[in-house]
């Protein structure tokens, strides 16, 4: 399995082998044991452009997250999952909003991504997000990550 992790805002601690491990954990959990995924750190400017770019959305968030499996397949790529994209400044402020420190909320945060990555989205319906949400809880309990309530 291949974890890359590119910060284009490198955090101040040792968050990113801590997210490296994460990530290739939970991959291993989720049975993607020859996956191959890219995980981007970077500033609300450089999300809110893709967000704007690619959703629509002229605002910044907290992750993208840009599935392979989606789109048209070339030999050579099956083990691809794609990319996700995580802002430093929005996961800050909901480490401290939620009490808890900057690794668990990017580990939070690409769990997130990573479901996404498998063809998860919340977005489609109800009964789906409370599957990807039932999902989500079981990984970050498998992690070592207390999944927050939801509200």
């Not at 040792?14 to 191959?36: D, F, I, Q």
């Not at 050579?76 to 999952?81: A, F, I, P, S, V």
Request: with cysteine.
């Amino acid at each position: 399995m291949v974890v890359t992790i590119v910060a284009a805002r490198r955090p101040r601690g040792g968050e990113v082998p801590a997210l490296r491990a994460a990530v290739r954990r939970a991959l291993e959990l989720l049975g993607e044991t020859k996956a191959e995924v890219c995980v981007s750190l970077v500033d609300d400017d450089q999300i809110r452009a893709l967000n704007r770019q690619y959703r629509g959305k002229d605002a910044a968030t907290d992750v993208l997250a840009f599935a392979a499996r989606e789109g048209e397949r070339v030999p050579g790529d099956e083990h691809w999952l794609g990319d996700i994209v995580i802002s430093l400044d929005t996961a800050r402020r909901q480490a401290r909003q939620g009490g808890h420190g900057l690794v668990h909320e990017l580990i939070r945060l690409v769990t997130h991504g990573l479901l996404h990555l498998l063809g998860y989205d919340h977005e489609r319906s109800p009964a789906e997000a409370r599957r990807m949400r039932r999902k989500e809880r079981w990984l970050l309990r498998m992690l070592g990550r207390e999944a927050p309530r939801a509200s």
